[in-house]
């Protein structure tokens, strides 16, 4: 994980080219701070680092079976929290303001992909065999890696140094377990300078 954060930061370098440069808060799934910056008038670069939620039950089940603490283990329960996520994305942008007859400000539609780190700590409560009274408890890091691709708007306020923007997107992992695919989405605001 200090790997793809080193790799994060040494991508910021980017911006030194870009045409415009924003930072703000996204709340959604993952609830962010975000960067943006414009590699050119089309194309964009953002990273993301904030705190993503957990998968549903049943996926954190399902590790837990594949990865018993002992064979005759018996699942009990289950506690997560303390999400980390890290997001690197490109996106397309075309301005669609005509289009919705809108008269002061801009409005930018977006489509785009990247890759994602999420990492979640996992609390298992078990029993060595079904029979036995006595719980044990075992902490795990469940680390999700994967694709994302994602689309939206963006409303640029004409007078203003502010956007805000909606999105909606997919990431389906490729580690931990390939081809499961989560529901993503947030709104925000980003300040430009």
Do not use: C, W
């Not at 980017?14 to 924003?22: G, K, L, T």
């Not at 963006?154 to 695919?181: C, K, N, T, W």
Request: aromatic content about 14%; cysteine-free; overall charge negative.
């Amino acid at each position: 994980m200090k790997k793809i954060l080193l790799l994060f930061v040494l991508s910021l370098p980017i911006a030194a080219f870009a045409q415009e440069q924003s930072i703000g808060l996204r709340i959604g799934e993952p609830i962010s701070i975000t960067y943006k910056t414009f590699l050119d008038d089309k194309i964009s670069f953002e990273g993301m680092i904030g705190r993503g939620s957990a998968n549903s039950s049943a996926y954190y089940r399902k590790v837990f079976d594949s990865n018993r603490p002992s064979p005759e283990a018996f699942y009990l329960n289950h506690s997560a929290g303390g999400g980390v996520s890290f997001n690197g994305r490109v996106a397309y942008h075309e301005d669609v303001t005509a289009e919705f007859d809108i008269t002061e400000g801009n409005l930018l539609a977006f489509g785009g992909a990247g890759l994602q780190l999420r990492s979640i700590n996992v609390e298992y409560a078990y029993q060595e065999t079904a029979d036995v009274t006595a719980v044990f408890y075992e902490s795990k890091n469940n680390i999700d890696f994967g694709l994302e691709v994602f689309g939206g708007g963006e409303y640029y306020f004409e007078d203003q140094p502010v956007s805000v923007f909606a999105e909606l997107g997919l990431m389906m992992e490729i580690a931990d377990r390939p081809g499961h695919v989560k529901l993503q989405g947030g709104i925000g605001a980003r300040y430009h300078f």
